[in-house]
């Protein structure tokens, strides 16, 4: 399924600024598990320290164990990290660097291409953005169907209320809602349940997932559904076995239900070609700039800006419609995120109301005489999508929106035409970067 970053059971950092303080609450009586969710940094300065204490389990241990799943309750095999990587709390070559620093490439190689599966999604679908683009569509139209197919929207409610009547589905249902997260390997097997066993469409069930997952991102949550049918790498599916999951999770089901037997591939669609990945863009360090920060990079200051900003912005969430708990860690690392930003510039952030986007930046820009604004590059996705609506709009007031592409992005995507094997061979040249590198 999606091969997030790997994620193992370590306690969080304390003191200030540690994952463990509280995030603001939220505007709903109904509270998330607050101990689940202090399973994840919520800081930079807690994913470090996460990071530094997985370290010694990075090299064999984590091949050897990285399948298993002890549940919520039980002792984790992976990092725990993948929130804090997908928002870049911490980056990619920083946590692959800092594994083969430990361990060696050879000691290292399996997490580090566990991180790297990240990226190669994320680069594999900036050059076919129109799968995302037609993944969103079916949403909308499958919602729609529902209302017309009483006996499909009996099946979809079950399965989200987690009732069907499988143990481990259900029980992963409840996780998945309480904590924002699943194991990587129960990821496999939720989905092909979902499809082969309910017989439900993929493209809600990855929708199921966006909506609560910590660490999803457009790209491995809708290429990791499309590999289990059959659809990422044409006609190969993910069988769910009931020996497998009851080994995995250490016996804690028994799988009595019968699960679907067979896996037919779902009807191949049409890939666009690959288009290659627009050029990285280039500030110009001597126009009046200001820095606008997206829940897409919220490491800004581990890059040597091009320009000094005399401005600092963010929105005020990160759009969509997340799940209450999403919402909640999502903005709890943003707020981290300009928190440092503003200490290494010695700036007071803004907050940007995201309801009108497009007014609000324009007015900012304005209020503060900008030039150019820059931000990280974002992948295609929700994020992109509105800087690419915000870019005309300043264009037209005289306002550059540059992104600012890391290295590891620049170099790594090109070789996301295929598959991940002729991928991998690129890894050894994204570990000579140095970690903070732009394009």
Known sequence: MTKQTPTAPLPLAGGAGGGNATPPPLPSNRQPAIPQVMRFPLTREAALARLHAFLPLAGRAYAARRNHDGGPDGQATTS??????????????????????????????K????????????GWLQQRPEVWTRWQADVVRMEAMLVEDGKWQRRYQSALAGTTGIDCFDAWVHELQETGWLHNHVRMSFASVWCFTLRLPWQLGAAFFYRHLLDACPASNTLGWRWVVGLQTQ?????????????????????EAPLAREAAPWPADIVPPPIPPAP???????????????????????????????ALAATSGIGGAPALLKRRVADAMLADGVTRAGARLGL?????DETD???????????????QI??????????????????PALAADGVRLVR??????????????????????AIPKLLALPPGAMA
Request: net charge positive.
């Open 280 to 310: 990285a863009m280039r500030a110009d360090p001597q126009l009046r700039t200001g820095l606008f920060v997206t829940s897409e990079d919220l490491s800004l200051e581990t890059l040597a800006l091009p320009a000094s900003p005399v």
């Open 235 to 255: 006609g190969k599916t993910y069988l769910a076995r009931p020996d497998l999951i009851r080994d995995l999770s250490g016996g804690r089901f028994r799988v």
């Open 404 to 425: 600012l592409r890391r290295a590891w992005d620049d170099v790594a995507w090109p070789h996301a035409r295929k598959g991940f094997f002729p991928f991998k061979a």
């Open 374 to 391: 820059i931000t990280a590059d974002a992948p295609v996705g929700p994020v992109k999508d509105r800087l690419d609506a915000l870019t």
């Open 111 to 122: 997490f580090v291409q566990e991180v790297c599966w990240r990226t190669y999604w994320v």
């Open 80 to 109: 725990l990290l993948s929130p804090a990587i997908r928002r870049r709390l911490l980056s990619e070559p920083e946590v692959a660097a800092a594994a083969v620093a430990a361990h060696g490439f050879t000691g290292a190689e």
């Open 357 to 371: 986007a497009v007014t609000a930046m324009r007015d900012w820009a304005a209020r503060h005489r900008l030039a």
């Open 348 to 352: 007071d952030p803004e907050r940007l």
